[in-house]
């Protein structure tokens, strides 16, 4: 039963960049969540799609768009690379939009912005 | 805005001693959730708590949720080295698994 991955696992950008990172959901899960990762914070919710739509979005700019296809995976493009950008960016799936679904994390992609 | 504040931030203990993190959040969400994750790695669930009063355990690891007090515990018992890790607690506000995570906890276990 394949988890949640990612990719790529590290991607160098530089300034004003554009970047997509890449989730596919563990086998059985419909909705995929985006968080941010800074060094030595708490993940950060960026945003969450369900049937191929954004439901819920946290405080990020419209720099960061995101997009669900129909197997359910997912991809998080983000525009205009700053260098606060730099993070673990990490993926979770679950299954529906309840809240007792437990999310399940991927490996996470390493975006480093010079 | 909801906070989700963790105590301590840092935490230095010795192999077989017990302890306990301190997870407060300032909404009234009675769902609460425990990770792990080791260095560089991915976010391992530990505990998902859904409603007051819950209790789980799991080796040497308790969880509670009191949700009247907006307070969580993760409660080590007996540590060992392989603890050794950051544990984040994280608050679902919105019943939608958007999850809201406090600044984590890093427990080192000396031998």
């Known amino acids: 039963d394949a988890g949640v991955t990612q990719s790529p696992t590290h991607l160098i950008k530089t300034r004003g960049q554009q970047v997509t990172l890449r989730c596919s959901p563990k086998?059985?899960?419909?909705?995929v969540s985006w968080y941010q990762q800074a060094l030595g914070q708490g993940p950060q919710f960026i945003f969450q799609?369900?049937?191929?739509?954004?439901?819920q979005r946290g405080n990020f700019p419209d720099r960061f768009s995101g997009h669900q296809f129909p197997n359910y995976s997912s991809e998080l493009n983000v525009n205009a690379l700053l260098l606060g950008d730099s993070a673990l960016y990490l993926c979770?799936?679950?299954?529906?939009?309840?809240?007792?679904?437990?999310?399940?994390f991927g490996p996470g992609t390493r975006l480093t912005v010079l | 805005e909801l906070k989700v504040e963790q105590n301590p931030l840092f935490l230095s203990m010795q192999e077989g001693k017990n302890y306990t993190i301190y997870c407060n959040y300032s909404?009234?969400?009675?769902?609460l959730y425990w990770y792990r994750q080791d260095p560089g790695k991915s976010l391992e669930s530990l505990f998902v708590?859904?409603?007051?009063?819950a209790v789980k355990q799991e080796g040497r690891l308790m969880a509670s949720l009191d949700t009247k007090a907006r307070l969580s515990t993760l409660h080590i018992t007996a540590a060992v080295h392989d603890l050794s890790a950051t544990y984040f607690c994280?608050?679902?506000?919105?019943?939608?698994?958007?999850?809201?995570f406090g600044t984590g906890t890093r427990l080192t276990v000396i031998p």
């Open positions: 799609y369900y049937e191929e739509e954004e439901r």
């Open positions: 909404t009234t969400s009675d769902r």
């Open positions: 979770a799936s679950s299954l529906g939009l309840a809240g007792n679904n437990e999310q399940f």
């Open positions: 708590l859904l409603s007051n009063g």
């Open positions: 086998s059985g899960h419909d909705t």
């Open positions: 994280a608050v679902d506000e919105t019943g939608a698994n958007n999850l809201f």
